[in-house]
């Protein structure tokens, strides 16, 4: 446990790194496919939120910036369930910086089989004849994360070592993306109807083909703003 004094600083830090994070999610990056918002910078943050204040403060962050967002007028978009992805975005990363491994790994692998067995799901897509994971660059980015995280352990990788961040951030983007995709299915097309089950396919094909560029866009960006923050965080405690 931190004591009193570091974790009333910690959540201090977190209420305004929340406020930081609403402010950018008035920045559009590229429309919500099927529904009426965008993706905007914040989500480019969500994963420094867990590096900086681990899983619950981090991810409590997310939540609270999401409801700030609102409050600022940007339209509700998932039944305000929008907090979803990024809330887990900041949790798997603040799990791998947290040494949390196992769980760092294990859960981004319940999402990708929770999202597998839904039946309104794509498994596997026709790319020119041949069929591809729907979620191939979520299990890429698990693959990654547990070799950053084998050799962190082993003390060959330094948490603030560039490729480190760059493999958190790259695995807790995509995670946030298959969180997503559940919250999409649920509220777009069980609670709300918005897409007719005739539209699902189309809908997942023109996913398929648009987020990996949006997901590299999300995690070079996370990379190259947390990887300096951090270091000058670490600086600071020093």
Same mark, same amino acid.
């Given at each position: 446990?931190?004591?009193?004094?570091?974790?009333?600083?910690?959540?201090?830090?977190?209420?305004?790194?929340?406020?930081?994070?609403?402010?950018?999610?008035?920045?559009?990056?590229?429309?919500?496919?099927?529904?009426?918002?965008?993706?905007?910078?914040?989500?480019?943050?969500?994963?420094?939120?867990?590096?900086?204040?681990?899983?619950?403060?981090?991810?409590?962050?997310?939540?609270?910036?999401?409801? &700030?967002? =609102?409050?600022?007028?940007?339209? @509700?978009? $998932?039944?305000?369930?929008?907090?979803? %992805?990024? /809330? !887990? *975005?900041?949790?798997?990363?603040?799990?791998?910086?947290?040494?949390?491994?196992?769980?760092? &790994?294990? =859960?981004?692998?319940?999402?990708? @089989?929770? $999202?597998?067995?839904?039946?309104?799901? %794509?498994? /596997? !897509? *026709?790319?020119?004849?041949?069929?591809?994971?729907?979620?191939?660059?979520?299990?890429?980015?698990?693959?990654?994360?547990?070799?950053?995280?084998?050799?962190?352990?082993?003390?060959?990788?330094?948490?603030?070592?560039?490729?480190?961040?760059?493999?958190?951030?790259?695995?807790?983007?995509?995670?946030?993306?298959?969180?997503?995709?559940?919250?999409?299915?649920?509220?777009?097309?069980?609670?709300?109807?918005?897409?007719?089950?005739?539209?699902?396919?189309?809908?997942?094909?023109?996913?398929?083909?648009?987020?990996?560029?949006?997901?590299?866009?999300?995690?070079?960006?996370?990379?190259?703003?947390?990887?300096?923050?951090?270091?000058?965080?670490?600086?600071?405690?020093?």
């Amino acid at each position: 446990m931190l004591p009193v004094r570091r974790r009333t600083y910690a959540v201090a830090s977190a209420s305004l790194f929340a406020v930081v994070y609403a402010v950018l999610g008035f920045f559009p990056v590229s429309a919500i496919i099927g529904a009426s918002g965008f993706l905007t910078f914040r989500e480019v943050v969500s994963p420094l939120a867990g590096m900086l204040f681990g899983p619950v403060v981090g991810g409590s962050s997310m939540v609270l910036g999401n409801f &700030v967002d =609102f409050a600022m007028g940007k339209p @509700v978009v $998932f039944d305000f369930l929008d907090f979803i %992805p990024d /809330l !887990v *975005s900041a949790v798997v990363a603040g799990l791998a910086f947290t040494g949390h491994r196992k769980a760092a &790994v294990g =859960f981004p692998a319940l999402l990708l @089989v929770w $999202f597998t067995l839904d039946p309104l799901s %794509p498994v /596997l !897509v *026709s790319m020119g004849g041949i069929n591809v994971p729907f979620l191939w660059m979520h299990l890429i980015s698990i693959g990654v994360l547990s070799g950053a995280l084998l050799y962190e352990k082993r003390g060959s990788l330094a948490r603030l070592n560039p490729a480190f961040v760059s493999a958190v951030a790259f695995a807790s983007t995509m995670s946030g993306h298959v969180a997503g995709n559940i919250m999409y299915e649920n509220v777009i097309f069980r609670l709300d109807g918005v897409i007719p089950k005739d539209g699902y396919q189309a809908f997942w094909a023109l996913a398929f083909y648009a987020y990996p560029l949006e997901r590299v866009l999300y995690v070079v960006l996370g990379a190259m703003v947390a990887y300096p923050v951090l270091r000058a965080v670490s600086r600071r405690q020093e």
